[in-house]
């Protein structure tokens, strides 16, 4: 019967979400960088590629179902929230997305209060400075348990990659070593309706009223201890987070990249909670542990683009023809039997070098276009009775004007510079 009554709790406090102002103003914020994204697609292909509400639905319908996983995980974790520094971590991350909008992230945030806070709880046994005042939030702080949270959240990250994070890609035209090649970039932003947790300690004639827990829980105590007559009083309340993920294509399709970001986080994930459960059973690892949060998270990302950028390019034009990168939702060349992959090497009878000659045919071209392809080492034919908008998003060639440029300086530098040289000006 008890565990009926928790299951109960559990899903009136998860399910309430839609009553939840700061749910809403998320899905806004998620909303505002899909609208942005879409911009984006339209100064470089003309008109945007995606919906901004298909997004933004499949991004709260993902985040529902990402959000119950992570809310489960929590639950059964025991965190309490106030324990964890929360009230740091947030505003510290704030603080890092000035140094690079990839910083903000409780994986760099949080291992900093972590390591902070280990440092502290260390030379605080020989310093009682360390235990009062300013420090002694610090140390007080629950490190096993605010790593445990970034471990849970990246896991579910892992798993909403893994499931959606090739959807909507982006096609992008992208300046590497290798020249202007196609790419695809994977934007992705999910909202998570979560159910958190705050203990207090309380007399046992108050705690009466609650449901009892298993013996086995919670699996991370926390530093809160109850006196005899006294116990633990765990308060359900609803919590909203949201996550992000971006990655770039260039050496693999976005199926592909998405499948080993996914792989790559989990396994993060999954040591970052090991050595949070080793912190639990043993302090001494909480420092390497907390330090492990933002270098294991950047090495990540390093590995990741050092290897698509390594890889050889996929979207690059064929040695005569025009390759099709992509197509537009509702193109005509779609609707009549183009993939892409496509090959143009023919247009109503006469050969097609190059994405140049392809537009300037098209200026001339008759009605209906028989458009000549190859597909898989076969000639297909396609016929289309427009010529105003064929929706063909083409590999780019080394005439392509509109492309991209990966910035590898962070934001706080770029920034920094540009005021430098204004003063100079003057």
Not at 121 to 126: D, I, K, T, V
Not at 153 to 181: F, M
Request: some cysteine; hydrophobic content about 50%.
């Amino acid at each position: 019967m008890e565990i009926k009554s928790i299951i109960v709790i559990f899903a009136k406090v998860f399910f309430s979400f839609p009553v939840n102002i700061a749910y809403w103003l998320v899905l806004v914020l998620i909303g505002i960088q899909y609208y942005r994204l879409i911009n984006n697609e339209a100064k470089l292909l003309g008109r945007p590629r995606n919906s901004v509400w298909e997004q933004l639905f499949s991004s709260a319908l993902y985040g529902i179902a990402g959000g119950f996983f992570a809310a489960v995980l929590l639950f059964i974790s025991g965190i309490s929230l106030f324990e964890i520094g929360i009230q740091y971590v947030w505003p510290l991350a704030l603080l890092l997305l000035f140094i690079h909008p990839r910083f903000l992230c409780f994986a760099y945030a949080g291992g900093i209060v972590g390591a902070a806070a280990a440092l502290v709880q260390l030379l605080g046994r020989s310093w009682p400075l360390l235990r009062a005042g300013i420090f002694s939030r610090l140390f007080n702080l629950y490190i096993p348990g605010l790593l445990a949270l970034i471990g849970i959240l990246h896991l579910t990250e892992s798993l909403l990659i893994a499931l959606s994070g090739h959807l909507y890609p982006s096609p992008v035209y992208l300046e590497t070593e290798h020249g202007i090649v196609g790419a695809f970039s994977l934007q992705k932003f999910w909202i998570l309706p979560l159910v958190g947790m705050v203990a207090e300690v309380v007399s046992v004639a108050e705690a009466a009223g609650g449901a009892a827990m298993p013996e086995w829980w919670p699996l991370f105590t926390g530093r809160l201890t109850a006196e005899p007559g006294f116990t633990l009083l765990y308060y359900l309340l609803p919590v909203v987070a949201g996550l992000g993920y971006g990655d770039i294509c260039i050496s693999s399709t976005p199926r592909q990249k998405a499948k080993r970001s996914a792989l790559s986080l989990a396994g993060y994930s999954l040591l970052l909670l090991a050595l949070a459960f080793t912190a639990e059973h043993w302090s001494p690892a909480a420092f390497l542990a907390a330090l492990f949060a933002p270098f294991g998270h950047e090495f990540l990302i390093k590995a990741g683009n050092k290897r698509e950028f390594a890889g050889t390019p996929l979207y690059v034009p064929p040695a005569v023809g025009v390759k099709v990168m992509d197509l537009f939702a509702d193109s005509a060349a779609g609707a009549a039997g183009m993939r892409p992959g496509d090959v143009i090497v023919n247009l109503n009878g006469c050969p097609v070098s190059d994405l140049h000659s392809f537009r300037e045919q098209l200026r001339t071209a008759w009605l209906p276009l028989q458009l000549l392809v190859q597909r898989d080492g076969r000639e297909k034919l396609i016929v289309i009775d427009s010529t105003l908008d064929l929706g063909i998003i083409p590999m780019p060639d080394r005439n392509m004007s509109r492309f991209m440029k990966i910035r590898q300086q962070p934001e706080i530098i770029r920034i920094l510079k540009k005021k430098l040289q204004g003063l100079r000006r003057r």
